[in-house]
Every structure is written in structure tokens, then in C-alpha cells.
């Protein structure tokens, strides 16, 4: 991917080796300039980007100005274009991005245009991970029936996917059963340095999940974007971004240990949430990043959406190169990258301090100072050092309803419920885990997190200890390459025999796939209004994602994990009470089980080896059967089925012209929803299992589907209808008009209280226009484009939120949604807005970025706003309605 012709760079071009005349680099040295040494090195990949794909139209000679003069231009919002290597997505965001390109081939075609130029021309990868649930667990065929399920329940988005990997080129799809996505990148999809078309560059991506920051630890700039705004990259569309500052977050000491790469990065979520950086980039450096292995730096880089940053970035060094060639990478190409790099200025030695670039802002962590924590019990920001758990619980029990308050009256604090479990008597209080999942992409790729796990349970069963049979137990590693050095190590039987069985190779539990609880279980929570906890090692804990029946829910490490399961209740004090009383009678403590970090470095040592890797990813897209033996049509053009309740035609581009409209302001909108603070992408467009009395349901039963054939709200992201009445339908949404958790609002004109869905529609039906209020951080959490979709189907033209998490304020401009932001200052209490007003807002015809507007109310009062359109080009496409529009109408030209 360069530009040869118009490129005013060309004169730096030279081959890597002079042997090779025909393999090239834009050599960024012969730019001559001072300034480059000094920039961040996640800047020097996007300026790069800058130089190579230069052309005086999409990326400019002055963009590349900009970039080489990032120091001076911080206290300005300076506009760049960044054109990445390559984009990656996972089903949930990957069948919508399908179903829109399909749709978009039909419009191009029904405009006149040719539908073959909708196709990917960077590579992309899809890796299906996001549609296994955790149905069946604790027996050793739980893996192969919950993947016959995860078959049975997706075939037909299954075949949609083989479809498109056919129809559409530079689409490539990994196959269910493979793993996590990105663990999957980063074992093998990564190339850290591209050989193609002749040219050596910088790996870098975008991709349709917010972890994909994951792969900065690596080394390879990447991060989250809305699934809109990947498919325009795939279309060839550079990325059009603020230059963002760079904090350079310096890490020295040593990590004591007992120390897990979880409990680091718990400590640096929560410090960089306190010292803000949503919009910015982190780059690590400092000596103690040498300390770290790729998985410790991947783990941190992982929940870089968590801390809100846009990038966590660690430069490539020799530790990198060392991953590369344990996870089984050439060494042809081991040579090549480490040449290209250090010939570019990119190779990185943490232990020389001459090579500290500039930056924004430095923050430091002294390793030594970080202690065994959790975060929760609904943020993954608020961490809680382990031994403060117990007391931080019992606090949250009685607090005020909110993120650390449960509201629980004092004279119910001491609950206990008595239920029946397979014929033996259980009980349940506040505090008492019901599931335990070790999970996620978070965790799941660092084997000395993994080992950890297992060696703690060897000493476990070792000492007679076991996990109570109701508590939902499970184990997702992020590849086959997990199963295989727990398997070789010795480990995996002892997990098995604590009820750690493997149940899949998928998110699972992270991300809503916890699948049902055992009946006695429910009813004994429901019974008691028990406050039950789940732990998981994964990065989200919102409220209502993990699990209905969870009202508190707490990252912590794989041991952690383990550790809680067999104490079976959060309300424990490990270092005074006993995790567990043996058959012996004899009081086991967690300190007699925990392994040492050298005890399990050893282990890593021998067991993590290449062979695995290479024995693993040389078969990952022909090893299941299944997917192999699937028919999928080869036409170029989609054949919609009406009968379909999985994948529909979108109504995004019915009755697209060529013709733009102009911009008209909004006119007596009346507000959908009042929200306050952190309503997050969960909140609007919820991916777990669709609620039995909620609009979908109704919808999906009027089309002859059963309950048990509902599946997940992620599994149906590929058909808008299912989707517009699951967006704000999670049980947990706090609407302001209602003044409780529900997802229903009033309907303000009968004073009824609807189903959000049911009040949407009947606006709609009335021709009015609608609003969102919401408070700070409106959209964070995963990235999800139906949480920009959804709101479009249902008529909201605008919302109204004091600040926006990043991805989201895209994806609401890439479907036409208006995102108004409050002035500095103000806010819906210091306006005295009540949300029942009218709203009009004033959209003059000549609009600049970040330009303000007025807004004014039935009551009479005024008052402005700012138009969130960061950018020239995001004002592009709000003037045609959207993202895809543009992109329909700019493939039809002749």
C-alpha cells in the first residue's frame, strides 16, 4: 500500500538491501530533519503512513508538515490523515461490516455504478469468536457441545461469512473453534513490518473491537474504531484523526514476586483514568519496560479502552523480536524487521535513555509499588487492593446506589438463603461467587498468568482442596496454543479437577457469553435479592454484561479467579482467613497455594515453546470440520432471504440519490431518554441474551422462533430489525425519567410508560424528531456501531452529552447522528433541563468544526452547544447522511 506516481517523497525511496533492488523503504532519515528524532515513536508509524501514501489529495505534503511539527502543535486540534496497513474485526462487529457491504453493492448497482469496487483493498481479517456461549462446563466434552450449539444457533451467519470470504477480495476469515481475536493477532495474524508490492512498512491496523490496542504491545499501532469507519479504511479511505498527544507513561523498579501482569494493569487503569488521557496516545518507556515480556506489555495494552486512551503503544525491541521467534515467525523475517526498523528509527532499547523522545506529558509507575488487586465491582477502573476486598464489599453493600453501592438496607446485609443442588444443601449471602470464569483476551494470551493458574491449582488439589459444584466454572483460552503447553506442563487435569474445563475458544464470559445458571442457583438469588458476584479475568465489568443474575462483578487475575472460586464468597480477608478447610479439617490459606513468579517462569520456560505455535496456526483455517464441510453461495451479489431472522437488508440507503441535501435544523424534538453520567455501548446495544418480555423477543416470536432459538443480541447484529428494538434494552439502564433501572421510557406526550422501542415507534409514527440527554462519557465500553445504528433506526437525530468516549462520537457521526456536547460548564442541572422541553436546534447552512449552535426550548429559553464534527471530513459526511452514503455515492461515480 504506497502511492508511487504523485508522491512528492519519492526521492527517500532506496531498497533495505542493496543486493535487492526491488524490495524498498521510504527511508524517513533522508528526510533531513531534526524533528523526527524527537517525535514519539507511535508518531513516527503515523507519519510514515503519511510520507508513503502521500498523493496532494487524500494525504498531503502539508499533513506530513504537521505530523514532522507534532511538539509545536499540541495546544492546537490539528486534522491528519492515516491510511493503516491493514483492518481486523470479529463476528459480532464482522457480519454487520458484511451486511453493509453487501447493501452498499446493491446501491452502487442500483445507482449505476459498478458493485465490484465495494471490496476490501487492504487485508482483512475476520475472526469468528464472539458467538460461543458457555452452555455446558465442568465435563470434559463441555468444549465440543457448546461448539456444536455455537454451529447449530450461527449456521446461517456462518454461511453469510463464508459468502463474503468468498465474494469480496482481501477478506480472509478465521474459523470458529480458533480463538480470541486478539490473542489470534497477535500470535499470528501480526506482521509488525509489511514486505508488499515491493515495500517494507510499518504493521499497523484499525479494528471493529475496542481491545484491539492489544496488539501495541507488540509494538504494531492499532486501536479500536466503529465498524462504520473500518469499512470506509477497507474501501481505501484513510482515517481522518486529531493529532493526539502522546504521554509517555515511564515504568522502573521491579515487580515483587508475587506479582501477576493483571495486577499491573489493573494499577495503570486506574492511574491513567486519574490522570486523563481519552483521546491521547501512551507510549511506554523507561527501564522497567524491559523488565516485561510481549505478554505482560499486550495484557496493559489490552484494556488501553479501559483508561481511555486511544493507543497504548510499546516500541518494538529485542524482547519483541524474541516473542516473534518463539511464536514461530521466519527467520527470514525476523531479519527484515529488525533491519527495516532500526533503519527507519523504530527499534527501541528501554535501557538507553538517548533515545527518549519528546512528550505531551510523563507519568511514572514504580513496579515495585503495585500490590495484588481486583477492580469492580462495575468498573474496571476502580481497583481494590485484595486486601481491602472484604471491607471495600461490605461498604459497597450499604452504599448509595451507583458504581460502588449496592443500596442494600443494614438489616438485610446478613441474608442467607438455603437451595437444594443436586441433592446436597447449599447457601448463598451477598458476596457469594456464582461464577468463575477465566476468560478473555485480556489474560488468556500470557502464559505466566495461565501457568499461575494452573500451578495454584495443583497445589490446591494437592492439599484436598475443591470449588463448591454450583458455582459456574470455566476455562476460554484465547488459542489452541493455551490448551497445549497447559496440557504439556501437567497443569490442565488439576484445572479439570477444580471445574476449570476448557468450554471453548472464544470471549465467552467476558462479553455476555456466560450462558444460564443453574435454576436453584436463580431462584436463590431472585429469592433473597442476593448481591451475587461473578469473577472473571477479563476487562469489562459493567453492570448487567457478565450475567443478569451478577450485580457484582470483579476482574482479577487467572489465580485470583481460581482463589475466589474456592472460597466462594468475595467477603474473605486472604491474608487472616482460610481459604478453604481441607478434608483433613486441616485451614488452608491462599499463601500456601500461590505460586512464585520464578516457580512459574521455569515452567514457561520449558513448556512455551515454538513448535506449538507453528503446530497450531499452520492448520487454523482448515482444522474445522464443520465450517470446511459449509455450502455457502459464490455470487458477487447477495441473495437476501426474507424468511431470514439473522441477516436483512438494511434500510440504511433506501432511496439514495446522487443528489446531497442540505443540513436542516432539528425542529420541537422531544427527548427519548435522560441519561446521567457513563451510559455506556452496553447500555444502548446490549450483546447479551435477549430478555423474554422485551421488544426483540416479541418480534423474533411473531416470526415462529422459540425462546431457546432467540440466541444473543450480538448474534443477531445482522439484522436491523432485531437490532432497533434491542438498543437501550438493557435491564440495567438508568433513565432519569423513570427514576429506576428499567428499559422503558415515558412517552411524554400520553404520559405513558412504553418499552423504549414501543416509544420510539410511536414517535416516529407522529413525524417528530428525537434527543438523547446524557451526562459524561456517554458511549464508552466496547465498540459496537449498532450503538450508533440502533439510535439512528429509532429516529434520534441529536444527542446531547457533556463528553463522549471516542469511538462512540464516530460512530454517531458516521450514521448522520448529531453529537451535541454542553459548553465548558455547563450541564442539563446547571440549565435547569428537565428533558420533558421541546428542543429545537438551530443547523445553519455553512458549518465549520467544532462550530457552536443554539438550541432552544418550547419554555423559551436559549442556550448553545457545541456540534461535535471534529473534523472537515466528518462534516463531509454528515452533509451526505453518513459514512456509507459517501462512500455508496462516491463508488457510483463514473
Known amino acids: 500500500m504506497s502511492n508511487t506516481e504523485n508522491n512528492p517523497f519519492q526521492h527517500i525511496v532506496e531498497p533495505l538491501d542493496p543486493t535487492d533492488p526491488e524490495q524498498q523503504f521510504y527511508n524517513l532519515s533522508k528526510l533531513g530533519d531534526t524533528r523526527y528524532d524527537r517525535l514519539p515513536f507511535s508518531i513516527r508509524v503515523l507519519l510514515e503512513s503519511a510520507v508513503r501514501n502521500c498523493d496532494e489529495f487524500l494525504v498531503k505534503r502539508s499533513d506530513v508538515e504537521s505530523i514532522l511539527n507534532w511538539k509545536q502543535t499540541q495546544t492546537q486540534t490539528v486534522e491528519v490523515p492515516f491510511r493503516p496497513a491493514r483492518v481486523i474485526l470479529q463476528d459480532f462487529t464482522g457480519v454487520p461490516a458484511v451486511v453493509d457491504f453487501a447493501a452498499m453493492r446493491d446501491a452502487v448497482m442500483k445507482l449505476g455504478g459498478d458493485p465490484e469496487k465495494i471490496n476490501p483493498v487492504c487485508p482483512a481479517d475476520l475472526v469468528i469468536d464472539h458467538s460461543i456461549q458457555v452452555d455446558f462446563n465442568r465435563k470434559s466434552d463441555s468444549l465440543q457441545k457448546n461448539q456444536d450449539l455455537e454451529f447449530d444457533r450461527n449456521k446461517e451467519r456462518f454461511q453469510f461469512l463464508k459468502w463474503g470470504s468468498k465474494a469480496f477480495r482481501n477478506m480472509r476469515i478465521i474459523p470458529p473453534g480458533s480463538g480470541i481475536v486478539h490473542q489470534v493477532n497477535l500470535e499470528y495474524l501480526a506482521r509488525v513490518v509489511f514486505n508488499q508490492d515491493g515495500y517494507f512498512y510499518p504493521d499497523s491496523l484499525v479494528g471493529t473491537d475496542s481491545h484491539t490496542t492489544m496488539i501495541d504491545g507488540l509494538g504494531v499501532l492499532g486501536w479500536g474504531v466503529g465498524g462504520i469507519e473500518a469499512e470506509a479504511v477497507m474501501l481505501g479511505q484513510p482515517i481522518s484523526m486529531v493529532l493526539p498527544e502522546v504521554v509517555g507513561y515511564k515504568l522502573h523498579g521491579n515487580p515483587d514476586k508475587l506479582i501477576t501482569s493483571t495486577d499491573i494493569v489493573l494499577t495503570v487503569t486506574k492511574h491513567l483514568r486519574q490522570v486523563g488521557v481519552v483521546g491521547k496516545f ?80 510523563v507519568v511514572e509507575l514504580d513496579l515495585s509499588t503495585v ?137 465467552m464470559t467476558c462479553i455476555g457469553n456466560s450462558g444460564p445458571l443453574p435454576e436453584p442457583v436463580v431462584e436463590a438469588i431472585t429469592k ?71 516457580e512459574i517462569q521455569a515452567v514457561e520456560r520449558k513448556f512455551v515453546i515454538p513448535t506449538m505455535f507453528k503446530e497450531v496456526y499452520e492448520k487454523i483455517e482448515k482444522v474445522n470440520e464443520r465450517w470446511n464441510a459449509l455450502v455457502a453461495p459464490s455470487d458477487k451479489l447477495y441473495t437476501w432471504d426474507p424468511k431470514s431472522t439473522y441477516i436483512k437488508s438494511p434500510p440504511f440507503f433506501d432511496g439514495l440519490t446522487m443528489k446531497l441535501q442540505p443540513p436542516k435544523s432539528i425542529t420541537d424534538a422531544y427527548v427519548l431518554l435522560n441519561f446521567g ?47 432497533a428494538r434491542g438498543t437501550f434494552a438493557n435491564i440495567r439502564l438508568f433513565n432519569k425519567f423513570l427514576n429506576k433501572q428499567a428499559p422503558q421510557t415515558i412517552h411524554l406526550p400520553s404520559g405513558e410508560t ?141
Open 371 to 507: 500490590v495484588p488487586c481486583c477492580s469492580g465491582p462495575k468498573r474496571p477502573q476502580d481497583r481494590i487492593a485484595v486486601s481491602d476486598m472484604k471491607k471495600d464489599f461490605e461498604t459497597c453493600l450499604g452504599a448509595k446506589q451507583g458504581f460502588k453501592g449496592f443500596q442494600v438496607p443494614p438489616e438485610r446485609h446478613s441474608t442467607v438463603v438455603p437451595f437444594q443442588f443436586n441433592g446436597k444443601e447449599y447457601t448463598l449471602s451477598h458476596g457469594s461467587v456464582v461464577i468463575a470464569a477465566i476468560t478473555s483476551c485480556t489474560n488468556t494470551s500470557n502464559p505466566s498468568v495461565m501457568l499461575g493458574a494452573g500451578l495454584l491449582a495443583k497445589k490446591a488439589i494437592e492439599l484436598g482442596v475443591s470449588v463448591k459444584p454450583y458455582i459456574k466454572t470455566s476455562l476460554s483460552p484465547g488459542s489452541g496454543v493455551v490448551t497445549y503447553y497447559l496440557k504439556e506442563s501437567g497443569v490442565m487435569d488439576y484445572l479439570s479437577k477444580l471445574g476449570f474445563e476448557v468450554v471453548g475458544y472464544g470471549c
Open 282 to 361: 501512551v507510549e511506554f518507556f523507561g527501564t522497567g519496560v524491559a523488565q516485561l515480556s510481549i505478554a505482560d506489555r499486550a495484557t496493559i495494552a489490552n484494556m488501553c479502552p479501559e483508561y481511555g486512551a486511544t493507543a497504548a503503544f510499546f516500541p518494538v525491541d529485542d524482547v519483541s523480536i524474541q516473542y516473534l521467534e518463539q511464536t514461530g515467525r521466519e527467520a527470514e523475517k525476523l531479519a527484515y524487521i529488525t533491519k527495516y526498523l532500526k533503519a527507519v528509527g523504530m527499534f527501541r532499547d528501554y535501557n538507553n535513555i538517548s533515545q527518549d523522545p519528546d512528550f505531551t506529558q
Open 677 to 723: 453520567d457513563s451510559v455506556t455501548t452496553d447500555h444502548i446495544s446490549p450483546a447479551g441474551n435477549i430478555a423474554r418480555n422485551s421488544p426483540a423477543a416479541r418480534y423474533l416470536t411473531n416470526r415462529g422462533l422459540n425462546p431457546r432459538d432467540y440466541n444473543s443480541y450480538g448474534s443477531r447484529r445482522g439484522n436491523d430489525a432485531v437490532m
Open 528 to 598: 433473597g435479592d442476593v448481591v451475587a458476584a461473578g469473577v472473571l479475568s477479563g476487562n469489562r465489568n459493567f453492570e448487567g454484561r457478565v450475567h443478569p443474575n451478577t450485580r457484582a462483578n470483579y476482574l482479577a487475575s487467572p489465580p485470583l479467579v481460581i482463589a475466589y472460586a474456592i472460597a466462594g464468597t468475595m467477603m474473605i480477608d486472604f491474608e487472616n482467613e482460610p481459604i478453604a478447610i481441607n478434608s483433613e479439617g486441616k485451614e488452608i490459606f491462599l499463601r500456601d497455594i500461590w505460586p512464585t513468579r520464578e
Open 754 to 894: 412504553l418499552d423504549v422501542f414501543d416509544a420510539a415507534e410511536r414517535y416516529q409514527q407522529s413525524g417528530v424528531p428525537l434527543l438523547v440527554l446524557a451526562g459524561k462519557e456517554y458511549g464508552s465500553g466496547s465498540s459496537r456501531d449498532w450503538a450508533a445504528k440502533g439510535p439512528f433506526l429509532l429516529g434520534i437525530k441529536a444527542v446531547l452529552a457533556e463528553s463522549y468516549e471516542r469511538i462512540h462520537r464516530s460512530n454517531l457521526v458516521g450514521m448522520g447522528v448529531i453529537p451535541l456536547e454542553y459548553l465548558s460548564g455547563d450541564t442539563a442541572g446547571s440549565l435547569g433541563l428537565t428533558g420533558t422541553e421541546r428542543y429545537t436546534i438551530i443547523i445553519p447552512k455553512q458549518l465549520t468544526p467544532r462550530m457552536t449552535v443554539d438550541v432552544k426550548l418550547d419554555t423559551g429559553k436559549t442556550f448553545q452547544v457545541r456540534m461535535r464534527f471534529d473534523t472537515d471530513v466528518e462534516l463531509a459526511y454528515f452533509h451526505h447522511g453518513g459514512i456509507l452514503n459517501y462512500m455508496i455515492r462516491k463508488m457510483s461515480e463514473n
